[in-house]
């Protein structure tokens, strides 16, 4: 719908008030996104958090809420909203709409859902800062999304939180859910300045990189750089070859750093695959020959 359209929708609904809802509460999602239905519901339902009272939701504002929950469509990152906003956690609906949203989680943004679990660990009576079996399912739906996820300063906020909760456990052992994040991270499609931020953050926890899934996630970390620069090589033109190859070096020095092993197995999973990959581009194999020269063969006998 244009912006015209919009405003008109805006404006009747903020005449007609609450009742509007049930003007678009079968057909919103012809001309209105999620977010679009959520704005405006915020503008035609106000609560009375600010006076500390609570008002019976109306049967229109209920209906609504279950409606954009269980859409299809694609839901973004502040999609917690009205679940925050008009219900409290011991509200049945409440328990509803979270079994709405984990059924239908392949149409929420990683962070809503990342969200939602960390709505889930608040609310529980005590070992809020734990890791339990509910709440980490939450975060398996999650990590089901996460390759459409960028390592933005929220979702990195969101990675602080999971490593936090998987590695505060009160018992000396080191907690189960520890192992199955890492294998959530590195089998997913997870951006590599996620991996990288979860190495460094292992790197404060020195019993941690003896752990062995700090050499899992090296690998991972490594493969996904393979993944990058060898599409970032097919996309861009010859005038950016320069900038790419430094953003190689900057990845080397971090694999040196945080992986085992990490500058030669960058060596060898990145560099080379580079050059085979492109081996065509002639301006691109001279530069590489001169910022990561090939080591010499070794003589035949």
Partial sequence: MDTCGLEFIFRLARRLGIFSLRIFMD??????TCEQLQQLIVLVAPTDQDDGVTSPLTPELVKIIQAFYSSRLFHNEDSCLLLTKYLKPSDDLYGTVVATILENAEHYNTEALFHLAQ???????????VMDADVFAIVTKAFDNISQASS?????????????????????????????MISLMCGSGTDQQILLHVLQRMESQKSLM???SSAELGVALVHRYREHFRKRFGECGHTAYSSVISEMHRARREC?????????????????????SHSTKKKLMKLLSVDFPEPPKPASS
């Fill in 256 to 276: 040196r750093q945080f992986v085992k092993n990490g500058e030669p197995m960058f060596d060898s999973e990145v560099v080379d695959v580079v050059r085979t």
């Fill in 152 to 180: 933005s300063e929220k979702m990195l906020g969101y990675i602080d939180w999971l490593f936090k909760m998987c590695t505060s456990n009160r018992r000396r052992s080191l907690s189960p859910f520890y192992a199955q």
């Fill in 210 to 212: 003896l752990h062995s």
């Fill in 27 to 32: 057909n919103w999602q012809q001309f209105l």
């Fill in 119 to 129: 709505l889930q660990a608040a609310n529980r009576q005590r070992c809020k800062d």
